[in-house]
């Protein structure tokens, strides 16, 4: 009884292998199909340049209009201001934009 176990279990292994290197071998990638007619879909552009104190802007631009901007300064740490609502303003956001960042006061200091 216990070999008719392992041999259906032997079985089901084999079945099981051989279905995996079929599945493994090369599938061509189908192809992109075209956009439907009359969508045209413009890909967002970016606009680099740098400032006159080193910093180096990043513009992002959707339709023509400004969506984010990426600040790179010469020191510090890199920041975004993203248009979230479209109005034309750019707010300043952080590493994670959902944080409050801490303020910090000087209180006392000493030689």
């Known amino acids: 009884m216990d070999t008719r176990l392992a041999r259906l279990a032997l079985t089901f292994a084999l079945a099981g292998t051989a279905g995996l290197a079929a599945a493994d071998q090369d599938v061509p990638i189908p192809r992109k199909a075209p ?55 750019l707010d300043r956001s952080d590493a994670d934009r959902h944080t409050i960042a801490p303020v910090y006061w000087t209180l006392y200091e000493w030689d």
Do not use: F
């Not at 631009?61 to 034309?88: A, C, Q, S, T």
């Open 35 to 89: 956009p439907p007619p009359g969508s045209e879909q413009v890909a967002p552009t970016v606009t680099i340049h740098t400032e006159g104190n080193g910093d180096r802007v990043e513009e992002y631009r959707e339709g023509g209009k400004v969506y984010m901007v990426r600040i790179v300064p010469v020191r510090g740490k890199p920041y975004y201001l993203y248009d979230d609502d479209r109005n034309g303003r």
